[in-house]
């Protein structure tokens, strides 16, 4: 099955500065790799998605991007601020064949922004 | 509607006990999906319904039931559980089968005594 790996556990940079959270996967039939945030009692919320047939995409302070030879993405976020304080997970898509994917979730990234 | 409910919050529940969790949403999505959480760890597949039927079910144990009554339901039973099966239980869904947002409710915090 689909092996996700993520690093690192736990990021801290000074407010303002850019954080970078790296994943790579596992199975090549892999097509989706979504990104979520989640705070401390909260559900996981996406952020940032990308599909294999895309090498990069930006959402204003948030981009992620994707080396499908290598089987790696990377989420990063520019000019932190304190709300981005949170627990960030990568994920890739499991094929089903025929039905809906399911998703394989890295282990997380603690963020912690330093004012 | 744009959001996916869940209910209960909260759960507490005897080995010997049997309940329900449910989950709706109303925006037409037609996949749905259980995950396990547990504390500091990441989301766990469960089960995928697509079109009101199981395609993925990621070797859970017997003692977790889920049915999918219509299109925008979807309950997770509960019986004969273990201390160990505590967790935030997660509940998504997503318009489509692949390549699609999964959208997540705020999820049932079972606690197994």
Known sequence: GENVEQHPSTLSVQEGDSAVIKCT???SASNYFPWYKQELGKRPQLIIDIRSNVGEKKDQRIAVTLNKTA???SLHITETQPEDSAVYFC????RAGGGADGLTFGKGTHLIIQP | DTEVTQTPKHLVMGMTNKKSLKCEQHMGHR???WYKQK?????????VYSYEKLSINESVPSRFSPECPNS???NLHLHALQPEDSALYLCASSQGYTQETQYFGPGTRLLVL
């Open chain 2, 39 to 47: 504390a500091k760890k990441p989301p766990e597949l469960m089960f």
């Open chain 2, 31 to 33: 996949a749905m999906y």
């Open chain 1, 91 to 94: 994920a890739a898509s499991i």
């Open chain 1, 25 to 27: 996967y596992s199975d």
């Open chain 2, 72 to 74: 925008s339901l979807l």
């Open chain 1, 71 to 73: 089987k790696h993405f």
